[in-house]
């Protein structure tokens, strides 16, 4: 499993999409500012691996295989500085999203997936204008 | 009670069901989230019908800390090339109130368009209040 995360981080880090690349204009920069910093982040992944919570209302929480590759990449943009997500929260399928506001008609989101994909997407006037598989 | 389906006018409200611990419904932003199906929900994203069925009794769930219930326009939804069907049989039984949205199932999850679907329908319930938290009181 650490190859394949190693590989996936490799990925990941060399992707340039926008949530990587936040410093460039006004605007991001507020942004960046404003937002969830990296460290509650983390520390909202580390309490779903230590305090597992049971099946709500028929939506299955993320696994631990789907929490360590979460709190991997979470790790690792911190580390290289990217700019951190307004939210983390969990899918309806035991997937775990981070999720970026880029301005009031864009969000930019990593999605792990239950089945252990990862996908960045980019999201533009509810259109779909970038899909990148992570791994 | 049971018989034919009854079909939806574009004037009526549908209710979704949103379990607050999942923070899909935050400081008054309702999240494409709410309205992501289930793996297992095959033949279309579940609501209820107002005419039919309370808001009170639609937070009625096992979610322990509750639910919000967002309120969305028929016509709304048509109007985003959505469409919406009643359902009325369910695993509970006969249930006028039950209705789906038979392009958003647990088979597309991911793709483009239910990305797109779920888009329109967080902004199109934030047309509306949101109501709750509804928090269950007795087991």
Do not use: C
């Not at chain 1, 943009?77 to 008609?105: N, W, Y």
């Not at chain 2, 400081?27 to 992501?36: C, D, P, Q, R, S």
Request: hydrophobic letters at 35%.
């Amino acid at each position: 499993m650490s190859s394949t995360i190693e590989f996936e981080s490799r990925s990941l880090m060399s992707h340039q999409g926008p949530l990587v690349a936040e410093r460039s204009t006004g605007l991001n920069r507020s942004i960046a500012t404003t937002a969830r910093p990296w460290k509650a982040a983390i520390e909202k992944l580390y309490s779903w691996w230590n305090d597992p919570v049971d099946e709500e209302d028929g939506y299955a929480p993320p696994d631990r295989n789907v929490l360590a590759k979460a709190i991997k990449y979470a790790e690792l943009l911190q580390e290289h500085e990217k700019a951190p997500p307004h939210r983390v929260v969990q899918d309806a399928g035991g997937g775990i999203i981070f999720e970026r506001r880029v301005d009031s008609d864009g969000v930019e989101k990593y999605h792990f997936w239950s089945g252990g994909q990862i996908e960045y997407i980019q999201m533009k006037n509810h259109k779909v204008v970038a899909r990148v598989p992570m791994d | 009670m049971s018989g034919e389906p009854i079909p939806i006018d574009d004037s009526e409200i549908l209710y979704r069901r949103i379990p607050v611990s999942k923070e899909w419904y935050q400081k008054g932003i309702v999240y494409a989230e709410a309205f992501e199906p289930r793996p297992e929900e095959l033949t279309g994203l579940s609501l209820f019908r107002k005419r039919f069925k309370s808001i009170e009794a639609v937070s009625r769930g096992l979610a322990k800390q509750g639910y919000f219930v967002a309120s969305l326009k028929v016509a709304d939804i048509r109007a985003a090339g959505i469409s919406v069907v009643p359902r009325p049989e369910t695993s509970d039984g006969w249930d006028d109130a039950h209705v789906e949205l038979p392009e958003l199932t647990g088979n597309v999850r991911g793709s483009d368009s239910a990305e797109e679907m779920q888009s329109k329908l967080a902004e199109i319930a934030m047309q509306l209040p949101v109501e709750g938290p509804f928090v269950r009181t007795s087991q």
